[in-house]
């Protein structure tokens, strides 16, 4: 089991947002989550990676085996989870490359391997540029700063083209994208799919499991997770909105 | 005096702990200076919330043709900036580091490259526990 999620409580400014949720996903597994803004999607995603705002006040959550909550931020990254942001800050005057050239060698330190000289690096580079069609030009200026949202989307994607993350957690990645830019963003994705590497996707729409077909699809509501089902759980929702799901939760609770 | 000169300032300033910094700079046109032009650029990035930067420009314009021109800003490192780099593994530190040498480089890619060795060595050691 890769990540296991029981029974997380968690709250930020003394509100309380998740409310007990239970996930577990192995490797190879592609999971969605979909829910009504509010409910808490990308409050879980914080609270993996670690956000220091949110407080944890019940529950655990176990990552290859380690207890996840105890380790700091840069150790659960280090330890191989990977955020793709769904609004990439600006960083002036600090380019992509140097950035992920510093988090790759911090890594390999990590790990006990030696840090990637130059030329190795832009070997690697060059591999994981090509898969997610992004341009050096890009790579060379400042992170993310005067980037369109589909180049900073992308961007995203080539950083964790580059970490080789074990579980990688897209937080709305398919938000304020259009269809072509969707498109890449999303092959992208798919290459990077393979047994060893578990999923999480957090969506708001339907249209994004078109092109990467998740495994589960589960219904995030009011900080729970109220439904799972396979993909054509998505589809349903798609049809009857989030309230079919929101009636049953509430009919469920009276009765 | 010559007629279409043109200079260009760049003052990067970096306050931590409990520092104050000031910029103090002149631009002067002279009388027969047609058609001058200056811009100067003072940036402040400050570290921690004890610190402070000052900026006290002077400007002499003798030459009603003449273009002086002056930008201040001010930036501190952001949760969200750390939050990203240690999202990424760089801890807190080292994205320090990264960020306040990025936010150097115009001023540091001027000088010569043994000198913006020991620069930027001295930086790293100037900041060494700064970052709380």
């Given at each position: 089991m890769m990540l296991s999620i029981k029974n997380i409580h968690a709250n930020i400014d003394g509100k309380e947002i998740l409310r007990g949720i239970n996930l577990d996903i192995k490797a190879g597994e592609v999971h969605a989550i979909m829910g009504p803004n509010g409910s808490g999607k990308s409050t879980l995603a914080s609270v993996l990676a670690g956000r220091e705002e949110y407080e944890v006040t019940e529950g655990t959550v176990t990552f290859l085996n380690k207890n996840l909550l105890d380790l700091s931020i840069e150790d659960r990254a280090r330890e191989g989870l990977f955020l793709a942001f769904q609004y990439p800050v600006e960083i002036p005057g600090v380019s992509t490359t140097n950035f992920i050239k510093a988090a790759v060698n911090e890594k390999r330190k990590y790990h006990g391997q030696e840090p990637l000289d130059a030329l190795a690096?832009?070997?690697?580079?060059?591999?994981?540029?090509?898969?997610?069609?992004?341009?050096q030009a890009l790579l060379s200026r400042s992170i993310n700063e005067g980037f369109s949202g589909g180049e900073k989307k992308r961007n995203e994607i080539f950083q964790m083209a580059m970490l080789e993350p074990k579980l990688a957690i897209l937080d709305e990645t398919d938000s304020g994208l259009d269809i072509d830019a969707l498109r890449i963003v999303a092959n992208?994705?798919?290459?990077?799919?393979?047994?060893?590497?578990?999923?999480l996707l957090i969506t708001h729409y339907q249209?994004?499991?078109?092109?990467?077909?998740?495994?589960?699809?589960h219904v995030l509501y009011n900080g729970r997770i109220v439904k799972s089902g396979s993909k054509d759980l998505a589809l349903e929702l798609e049809e009857k909105g989030y309230d079919f799901i929101t009636d049953e939760t509430e009919m469920t609770k009276s009765s | 005096m010559e007629k279409n000169t043109r200079s260009r300032i760049v003052a990067k300033g970096i306050s931590a702990g409990k520092s104050q910094n000031s910029?103090?700079?002149?631009?002067?046109?002279?009388?027969?200076?047609?058609?001058?032009?200056?811009?100067?650029?003072?940036?402040?990035?400050?570290?921690?919330?004890?610190c402070g930067a000052h900026t006290f420009p002077y400007i002499e314009v003798k030459n009603k043709t003449a273009i002086v021109e002056h930008e201040a800003t001010t930036s501190k490192i952001g949760e969200d900036q750390l939050f990203y780099c240690r999202q990424r593994g760089i801890d807190a530190e080292a994205?320090?580091?990264?960020?306040?040498?990025?936010?150097?480089?115009?001023?540091?890619?001027?000088?010569?490259?043994?000198?913006?060795?020991?620069a930027q060595k001295l930086l790293a050691i100037s900041m060494e526990g700064s970052v709380g």
């Open positions: 690096f832009l070997k690697i580079m060059k591999e994981k540029m090509a898969l997610v069609e992004i341009d992208g994705i798919n290459k990077l799919r393979n047994e060893n590497r578990a999923i249209r994004l499991l078109d092109y990467i077909q998740p495994d589960y699809v | 910029y103090r700079g002149l631009v002067r046109a002279a009388k027969g200076a047609i058609n001058a032009r200056n811009y100067s650029q003072c940036d402040s990035l400050l570290l921690g919330d004890k994205a320090v580091a990264l960020i306040v040498n990025g936010f150097a480089k115009e001023v540091m890619n001027q000088l010569p490259m043994e000198f913006a060795i020991e």
